[in-house]
């Protein structure tokens, strides 16, 4: 696969950028004592990741994953406290990262198995580092925030397939083929 640069992956990295600062906010918006309205905004950075693992592969995917990091660690400090720009950070870069080797795997099968799973394995990842980085030995039953948060994760990633293979006959409008 060709290497892309930052500039030709400014679709994804813009998608990224604006599902990080999107899901900061609705964080800050509890739905009763088990979920915020991030649970339901997070899960498109698992969107934004396989279609653009799908469109031009796990290294730019990773570039994608990177950039991403640092604007959740940019914008997590400006409006959070460090221990939860610190969860928040380790969870979107492990659940990233993880999130492209499983789609990358399972790239070859059936449409909706890299994704769909890809995205259920990082969910996992990401909900289990930063509940338990941000709020573990705080007194908070963050077990109860975390099972809530990992349902609405799982859920939406069923949903968030069909936009997945609504996009695939177009990925090229995602990334412009490389030069």
């Known amino acids: 696969m060709p290497t892309y640069t930052l500039a030709q992956l400014w679709r ?8 990080i600062v999107l899901s900061n906010v609705a964080v800050q918006f509890p ?3 088990w979920l915020t309205w991030g649970a339901f ?3 498109l950075v698992f969107l934004v990741s396989d279609l653009t693992n799908r469109a031009v592969g796990p290294v730019a995917a990773r570039r994608v994953a990177w950039v ?3 604007v ?10 460090w221990r939860i720009a610190l969860a928040s950070g380790a969870a979107f870069l492990f ?5 492209v080797a499983v789609f990358n795997r399972l790239r070859r099968q059936s449409w909706w198995k890299a994704p769909l799973i890809g995205s259920l394995v990082a969910s996992v990842v990401d909900t289990g580092v930063f509940f338990f980085l941000a709020f ?3 007194g908070m039953d963050w077990l109860q925030l975390a099972a809530g948060d990992l349902a609405v994760k799982a859920a939406m990633a069923a949903l968030l397939l069909a936009p997945y293979r609504a996009m695939l006959p177009r990925l090229q409008l995602w990334v412009p083929a490389a030069r």
């Open 12 to 19: 994804p990295i813009a998608a990224m950028a604006f599902v």
């Open 31 to 33: 739905i009763g004592d």
């Open 41 to 43: 905004t997070y899960p």
């Open 68 to 70: 991403g990091f640092a």
């Open 72 to 81: 959740a660690v940019a914008v997590s400090l400006a409006l959070a406290p």
């Open 95 to 99: 659940s990233q990262l993880m999130d």
């Open 136 to 138: 573990a030995g705080s």
